[in-house]
């Protein structure tokens, strides 16, 4: 009913910036809260940021001055800009997005991944 599709992961050099892009679709009637997610060879899946309707975000104490969340609600897309990259950043990036169908039902979707490799 509701899908995620994300893009912009990619190979950077420490210290550089990427731009992960989630746009969602499908039978949505709102979207309460989207974040991003990550997983790294060995590790838990862990919470990067979330963002809701309002506008109200939440980082991981990892990420805190280097990552920003954003979301353009009229195309349905959420957004993490990633500067100062570090390798331990390296990981797959998930898109998550919670909120309400067209048939007022809840929903928890994910999307696929996107594999950011941060390396010199």
């Known amino acids: 009913q509701v899908q995620l599709v994300e893009s912009g992961g990619g190979l950077v050099q420490p210290g550089g910036s990427l731009r992960l892009s989630c746009a969602a679709s499908?039978?949505?009637?709102?979207?309460?809260?989207m974040g991003w997610y990550r997983q790294a060879p060995g590790k838990e899946r862990e919470l990067v940021a979330t963002?809701?309707?309002?506008?109200?975000?939440n980082y991981a104490d990892s990420v805190k001055g280097r990552f920003t969340i954003s979301r353009d609600n009229a195309k349905n897309t959420v957004y993490l800009q990633m500067n100062s990259l570090k390798p331990e950043d390296t990981a797959v990036y998930l898109c998550?997005?919670?909120?309400?169908?067209?048939?007022?039902?809840?929903?928890?979707?994910w999307g696929q991944g996107t594999q950011v490799t941060v390396s010199s």
């Open positions: 963002i809701t309707t309002g506008g109200s975000t």
């Open positions: 499908g039978s949505i009637f709102s979207i309460n809260t």
């Open positions: 998550n997005a919670a909120g309400t169908s067209r048939a007022f039902k809840y929903y928890n979707v």
